[in-house]
């Protein structure tokens, strides 16, 4: 089968949508079928072919992560899709790339498959800064109901976002295919203790101090200011405990939160790593003993599953998108808000070392489901059916 992947985001840039394309062209290629990626370009201002991955020109967002925003349609690139005739497109996103997908689509003649990764209600205060973003939202649900019945499958990567789905009166049927992870890179044998000890000796991170660590985005939506505040009501109550809070990652949030660790007077005690190489994310879940993590916008979580691979211990602020994934008290804890942070860092600390093994052994068994075998050959099963409804 050959497949073209219309994505806005792609590997260098680091998300979750970036991630779960780049392990779909990954499985596609193999288990033998033959894949195009369509994506932006954040190296320089032409079309640029390199292999199966072809990136397009385009506008930087400033105010978005530094994302390209691509035009909707690229004659160059539409001769590339169209002499690698492909016999479906996988739709990723909703912006210029993701346009010019349906465009592509309807030239040629070949069915689409549309996932929908990103909740976009939760992003409008990027485009309307508070005004006018109610108006903004509904124009959204109108654009959701438009889109999920012109492709001719359509994937959601969660139970919570088929939900918004149905909330938003779409009536088309949806898959629901968590993205697999590729989790060998996240055991123990695959990150050598002697690279875990160079990296926390670069941060200044010590043999006898209990270690929080955060990785992802970081920006405004990941409400990592609340790890912050509960964090600092942790420090002010149990001042005797050597600790540290590990941020992993960049975003346009980063010096507020800076300043924020400052004016909460644990700038000491907390370690900004900044944005780091994708193929060395895995080494970085082991820089500390339990993963926290405060956004409730999330579809998947694969931050979440990747920690969970990596054996540590979740600490996570409740969302629906979760329930599926963590049990409380077997393989991970929930908190409701900065006050239940403080007290549940201290609790989770505090478990005998028998219980912290048995909790990650549970941890590995829970995340079998989002293996890469399995997310492959539910993405084939839908591309089969969209073929099939095409004939």
């Known amino acids: 089968m050959k497949v073209a992947l219309f994505s806005d985001t792609y590997p260098p840039e680091i998300n979750g949508v970036a991630t779960s394309c780049r392990t779909l062209h ?17 190296y320089g201002f032409e079309l640029a072919l390199d292999h199966d991955v072809m990136r397009l020109p385009g506008i930087r967002l400033r105010h978005l992560y530094d994302y390209r925003m691509a035009w909707v349609y690229n004659s160059g690139a539409m001769r590339i899709v169209r002499e690698f005739q492909p016999d479906l497109i996988h739709i990723q996103t909703d912006y210029g790339i993701g346009q010019f997908g349906y465009i592509a689509a309807n030239k040629l003649k070949i069915p689409t498959v549309y996932t929908y990764h990103t909740m976009l209600e939760d992003y409008t205060y990027y ?5 006018f973003d109610r108006a903004a939202k509904g124009i959204l649900r109108m654009y959701m109901r438009h889109r999920a019945h012109t492709a001719d499958e359509f994937i959601a990567p969660a139970e919570k976002t088929k939900e918004y789905m149905r909330s938003v009166m779409v009536d088309k049927y949806v898959s629901v295919i968590p993205t697999g992870i590729d989790f060998q890179a996240f055991t123990a044998d695959n990150n ?3 690279i ?12 006898n101090e209990f ?18 505040r509960g964090y600092a009501i942790f420090k002010n109550e149990h001042p005797e405990l050597k600790t540290k809070f590990v941020i992993v990652g960049g975003g346009p949030a980063l010096n507020e939160l800076k300043e924020l660790s400052q004016t909460l007077k644990i700038d000491d005690s907390v370690v900004f790593v900044g944005p780091i190489n994708p193929d060395e994310i895995h080494y970085y879940y082991y820089l500390g003993d339990i993963f926290i993590n405060a956004s409730v916008t999330e579809t998947q979580g694969l931050t ?9 211990i979740l600490l996570v602020r409740y969302d629906d998108s979760l329930r599926d994934l963590i049990k409380e008290g077997k393989n991970g804890f929930f908190f409701l808000d900065e006050n ?21 052994m549970n941890g590995l068994e829970s995340i ?12 084939i099963r839908v591309y089969k059916r969209a073929l099939r409804n095409k004939w």
Not at 196 to 207: F, H, N, P, W
């Open 26 to 42: 990954n499985s596609l290629l193999k288990h033998g079928h033959e894949c195009l990626v369509v994506t932006t370009n954040p």
């Open 127 to 131: 485009v309307t800064k508070g005004v």
């Open 192 to 194: 050598p203790p002697e």
């Open 196 to 207: 875990i000890a160079s990296i926390k000796k670069k941060y200044g991170l010590k043999d």
């Open 211 to 228: 270690v929080f660590v955060s990785l992802g985005r970081v920006a405004k939506e990941k409400s990592i200011d609340v790890l912050l």
């Open 304 to 312: 979440f599953m990747e920690a969970l691979a990596a054996s540590r």
């Open 340 to 360: 239940d942070l403080a007290k549940k860092l201290l609790y989770v600390m505090s478990l005998s070392s028998e219980m912290k093994k048995e909790i990650r």
């Open 368 to 379: 079998e489901p989002y293996s890469l075998e399995r997310f492959y050959e539910n993405v």
